[in-house]
Each structure stands twice: as C-alpha cells, then as structure tokens.
C-alpha cells in the first residue's frame, strides 16, 4: 500500500471516529482536496497528455480524481468516486462517459443498475473513439449481446478503429481490451468471420498480442501458423504482384517487339521462363497478346528469380486491375481499393464491375492458390502415385487425415476457363484462357531451409522435392538490354497487357496445408469466446 493511501485511510478512520457530522465531512473534503491537488500536478506535469490529446482537457481531471477515490479501496470514498465519474461524463469525456457506462451495467461501487443506460453511455463513448468502449461494444455486436444485432462486418470494424486509439496501448494495468482485439480479430480472420480469410493477417495479430503481453498466446498456434505462410501460395502470390507491377510498367508503350526481347524483358522483371524458343521463333515480332498465346501453346510457365537486374527498382504506383484503366494512386491521389477475396486493385466500383466477367475466374484462382485449395483432380493426381502412403507417413500425415481432407476437395475448373488448378493440371492440359483472362502462370518455388527449420519445429519433414517446379530454361538472345528494346512502334499496350500473374502449388504442398490447417482449427477448438479457443496460453481471469 503507498504511503499516501495509508494517509488517506487515516483520515477516513478519524472520519468514522468523529462525532460530529461538519468535523466527518471535513476529513473527507481535505482528502478530496488533496487529490485535485494531486491530478492537477500530474495533468500539469504531462502525465496525462496522451489521454488529454486522444480525448480533451474536459472532464479529464473529474475522471482522475475518480480513478483516485477508487484506487483507495474503502467502501467510503464510493459515493466521492461516483460522483467524479458521473461529473467527467455529462462533460462528454469519452472514458469517463465509458465508466459510467460500467456502473450502470456492472452496479459496481454501490451504483444503481440500469442496461438501457449503460448500453446508451458506452455508445456514446465508442462513437467518441474510446478503445475500451469500443472494444466492449464491439464485442456485444460480435455476440448480439445487450439487444445488439450480430454483425462481424461491423464488429470487425470496430474492433480496428479501437487499435487507432493511443490510449488503449498505454493501459499499463488492464491489457485485457488490447489483448482481446488483436486476439478477436486473428480469430476472425482465422474462421472469415466478417472478413476475407487469412493466415497470415492473423499470424500478424497473435505476434502483435506477445508484444502486448509475452507468452499470452500458445507458443504452438504461432509455429503452425509461420509454417502454413511458409508453405502457402501467399508470399509468392504477393511477390508475383509486385514484379508484375514493374512489368506492366515497362510493357506500357511497347507495342511490338521480338519474342527473345520480351523474354529478356521478362527475365529482367524477374520472371524466368520455363521453355525456350526456337531460334527462328525467338525473332518474330509479337504483340503482348501474341506473347501470351505462345506462352498457352508452348506450355510456358513462369518462375520467380532469386536475383534479377529491376529488383532493386522503385515499385510503381498501384494501378487500377480493369484493362484499359490507366489510373493509379499516382494519378488519383487515392488509395485503391481492394478485391477483398483476392486483393486485386481498382479505383472504384464501377471498374470493377465492368472487369467481373474477365476478373471472376482469375480472383477465384488466385484465392485458391493463396489458400491452397486442394481440387478432386489434384486428388486423383495423388492417389496415382504408389509411393504416396511411404511419403505421407514421413511427413507425419496419418490416414485419418487424409480422408478428412478428402472429404472437403474442390472442383477442378480448367473445363471452363481453361485456367489449371495446380502444377500437375497445368502439365496434363495446359493453359489456352491467358489472353481472354489477362493472366499468366508462375509455378511454386523449392521451399528454403529456413522454412523447412519451421516445419521441423511442429513435427513436419518435408520432402526435398516438395513445392519443386520444373526448371526453366533461360533463353539465349545475345546480349540485348532491355533499354535497347525498339519501341518504333509505340502505342498503348491496353487490353492485351497480362494484368495477374496466377501461382501454381504441387498437389502434395496443397494437401500438406490443408491437413495442417484442420490441425490447427481442432487446436482453436472449444473455450470462450474471449480466448478464442486455445489461442491464449492459459484461460484464467475470466
């Protein structure tokens, strides 16, 4: 106990001990004095700036005062504390609006229960931007709780706009509000509950959480979640994005140019591809669109490059995904918006809807890729393979997983929109839909150690070959630059310009995934909605 709470309940007992109703009142008035005097210095001194900048000077020292009386821990000093509250929140103070909020809902300090009240108070602190509150409310929401209906979407947004506020990381001694964000909205994440799903979103939020507060979240739900980002179509699917971007670029005023130039071009954006031309064919003259139905009639397939010549280049301004549209962020000072099954870029509603017959097939590809859906023909595809039992069992995947995955598989699209479903669709049929979708085909890269370390950690051998697609074959045409490339014949590249490239995983990766996704699901499985089910290291303090 501090020392100047021991004065405080000095005072209160000599309170209790006087006979006269003046001399009681007195004790506590000089109490009540000393704590202005005390909130005043602090506010003065700075102490407060953050809550002070977050929210305004008004009604800022009643609520301290309050959180003074409180910190006294005699029943006593409760009417003194409820009163201060209810003074910082008819002053419009968002914390103080929110405590009042809590005793109205809670009757703590000998306050009067009223829900309509307090759900009323907390509203208007969430609208105010309070973190707790907003927190609170965004949980009701979450659970349809105190006559609110069910909503993620909304809740999800809350529980975001919560994290803005500077106030909610300073709360040194109830971390719990903070915590219970980022942990909700991993756990959305996780499930899709009120947003796109996403491994590696929620992998974010529970390291942020050991930040707040180390070894709250289970060490293991980390492991399994950094393994599934190592083995998934994400960081490839993200890099492909941003190599193609440069492509784009420096694709935007040639019209024609020689195969063996595009390819360098290619190559010098990063992409490596997997066939190489005839001698006579790497000289004839192509457009962009000519380039694509090459790449669907040969079998080319594309792969990311280690080391290329642009790596090291500025990433041009995000453009919008609808052909034909030349705004970027550049030019509309806007942020895109965003594919939220997909991330695909558009500057607005309207081209995207104008794009959705040429994006849907695509953005349902690239979303399979990223999460690694595992089709009926892939399945096939491995079940063809005698070893697949021996392989299974050293990779620490049992029968019962197998079939579980087996039971959930996707179908095979390439009938339709002639885009493969993996790498071993792509070799069986090919890609003949690059030019009517606007995309082009980049096949899975050979894991690294690190990531194999990774899955080592959570009992997972992987194969040498796994992940392992075929090599390309560089194409020799001399030494031509691609700053010499002619550009003669200059116009727009538009419409035929590839605007995604599609990552291609190995059916084995894709199982691999799946059953460790279904690992981790079982794991999250079965607590309080707080604790999001074994995503904290411990349950208690509930």
Same mark, same amino acid.
């Given at each position: 106990?501090?020392?100047?709470?021991?004065?405080?309940?000095?005072?209160?007992?000599?309170?209790?001990?006087?006979?006269?109703?003046?001399?009681?009142?007195?004790? @506590?008035?000089? &109490?009540?004095?000393?704590? @202005?005097?005390?909130?005043?210095?602090?506010?003065?001194?700075?102490?407060?700036?953050?809550?002070?900048?977050?929210?305004?000077?008004?009604?800022?020292?009643?609520?301290?005062?309050?959180?003074?009386?409180?910190?006294?821990?005699?029943?006593?000093?409760?009417?003194?504390?409820?009163?201060?509250?209810?003074?910082?929140?008819?002053?419009?103070?968002?914390?103080?609006?929110?405590?009042?909020?809590?005793?109205?809902?809670?009757?703590?300090?000998?306050?009067?229960?009223?829900?309509? /009240?307090?759900?009323?108070?907390?509203?208007?602190?969430?609208?105010? *931007?309070?973190?707790?509150?907003? !927190?609170?409310?965004?949980?009701?929401?979450?659970?349809?709780?105190? %006559?609110?209906?069910?909503?993620?979407?909304?809740?999800?947004?809350?529980?975001?706009?919560?994290?803005?506020?500077?106030?909610?990381?300073?709360?040194?001694?109830?971390?719990?509000?903070?915590?219970?964000?980022?942990?909700?909205?991993?756990?959305?994440?996780?499930?899709? @509950? %009120?947003?796109?799903?996403?491994?590696?979103?929620? @992998?974010?939020?529970?390291?942020?959480?050991?930040?707040?507060?180390?070894?709250?979240?289970?060490?293991?739900?980390?492991?399994? /979640?950094?393994?599934?980002?190592?083995?998934?179509?994400?960081?490839?699917?993200?890099?492909?994005?941003?190599?193609?971007?440069?492509?784009?670029?420096?694709?935007?005023?040639?019209?024609?140019?020689?195969?063996?130039?595009?390819?360098?071009?290619?190559?010098?954006? *990063? !992409?490596?591809?997997? &066939?190489?031309?005839?001698?006579?064919?790497?000289?004839?003259?192509?457009?962009?669109?000519?380039?694509?139905?090459?790449?669907?009639?040969?079998?080319?397939?594309?792969?990311?490059?280690?080391?290329?010549?642009?790596?090291?280049?500025? &990433?041009?301004?995000?453009?919008?995904?609808?052909?034909? #549209?030349?705004?970027?962020?550049?030019?509309?000072?806007?942020?895109?918006?965003?594919?939220?099954?997909?991330?695909?870029?558009?500057?607005?509603?309207?081209?995207?809807?104008?794009?959705?017959?040429?994006?849907?097939?695509? #953005?349902?590809?690239?979303?399979?890729?990223?999460?690694?859906?595992?089709?009926?023909?892939?399945?096939?595809?491995?079940?063809?393979?005698?070893?697949?039992?021996?392989?299974?069992?050293?990779?620490?995947?049992? *029968? *019962?997983?197998?079939?579980? &995955?087996?039971?959930?598989?996707?179908?095979?699209t390439h009938s339709s929109t002639s885009i493969p479903c993996g790498l071993e669709c792509f070799a069986e049929n090919s890609a003949r839909s690059m030019n009517k979708y606007s995309y082009t085909l980049v096949g899975s890269s050979v894991l690294t150690e690190k990531q194999r370390q990774i899955a080592r950690e959570v009992g997972i051998l992987l194969p040498r070959d796994f992940g392992k697609s075929r090599p390309p074959v560089k194409a020799g045409f001399g030494e031509l630059a691609v700053s010499t490339v002619s550009t003669k014949e200059v116009t727009s590249i538009g419409d035929n310009c590839a605007m995604r490239a599609i990552t291609l995983t190995h059916p084995m990766g894709a199982l691999l995934f799946n059953v460790l996704w279904n690992r981790l699901v079982e794991d999250l499985g079965g607590t309080c909605s707080c604790c999001r089910a074994g995503l904290m290291a411990d349950n208690e303090g509930h």
């Open positions: 106990m501090s020392g100047r709470n021991k004065k405080y309940k000095n005072r209160k007992k000599k309170a209790e001990s006087t006979t006269g109703l003046e001399e009681a009142l007195e004790a @506590l008035e000089a &109490v009540e004095r000393e704590l @202005l005097m005390l909130v005043r210095k602090s506010i003065k001194s700075g102490k407060e700036d953050v809550t002070k900048n977050a929210y305004g000077e008004a009604g800022l020292e009643e609520y301290l005062v309050a959180s003074q009386f409180v910190n006294i821990k005699e029943d006593i000093f409760d009417e003194w504390a409820r009163k201060y509250y209810h003074k910082s929140s008819d002053m419009g103070n968002p914390v103080g609006q929110f405590s009042v909020a809590v005793l109205y809902l809670k009757g703590t300090l000998g306050h009067p229960m009223d829900d309509v /009240l307090g759900v009323e108070l907390m509203g208007k602190a969430s609208k105010a *931007g309070n973190g707790v509150a907003l !927190f609170t409310e965004g949980m009701w929401v979450l659970e349809g709780k105190y %006559g609110k209906q069910k909503d993620p979407v909304k809740a999800n947004k809350m529980f975001h706009k919560a994290l803005k506020d500077p106030v909610l990381s300073q709360l040194k001694q109830n971390k719990s509000p903070h915590v219970g964000c980022l942990i909700s909205l991993a756990h959305m994440r996780l499930s899709g @509950l %009120g947003c796109s799903k996403s491994y590696t979103a929620a @992998l974010k939020h529970f390291k942020a959480v050991e930040e707040v507060e180390p070894g709250k979240v289970n060490e293991m739900v980390i492991k399994r /979640l950094e393994v599934l980002e190592a083995i998934s179509g994400v960081e490839l699917q993200r890099e492909a994005d941003i190599r193609n971007r440069r492509l784009k670029e420096m694709s935007r005023s040639i019209q024609f140019q020689s195969l063996g130039d595009w390819i360098l071009l290619y190559q010098h954006c *990063g !992409f490596e591809l997997s &066939v190489e031309p005839s001698t006579e064919e790497g000289h004839d003259r192509l457009t962009h669109h000519d380039l694509l139905e090459w790449m669907g009639r040969s079998g080319a397939i594309l792969r990311l490059s280690e080391d290329y010549p642009a790596m090291g280049d500025a &990433v041009p301004a995000l453009g919008c995904e609808r052909p034909g #549209c030349d705004v970027t962020e550049g030019t509309s000072g806007k942020e895109m918006k965003k594919c939220s099954k997909c991330q695909a870029p558009y500057c607005g509603v309207a081209c995207q809807r104008k794009d959705w017959a040429r994006h849907n097939p695509v #953005c349902e590809a690239v979303h399979a890729s990223i999460w690694n859906e595992l089709t009926q023909h892939e399945m096939e595809i491995l079940k063809q393979d005698e070893g697949l039992v021996g392989k299974l069992t050293r990779m620490g995947i049992s *029968g *019962g997983e197998f079939l579980q &995955v087996s039971a959930s598989l996707k179908e095979c």
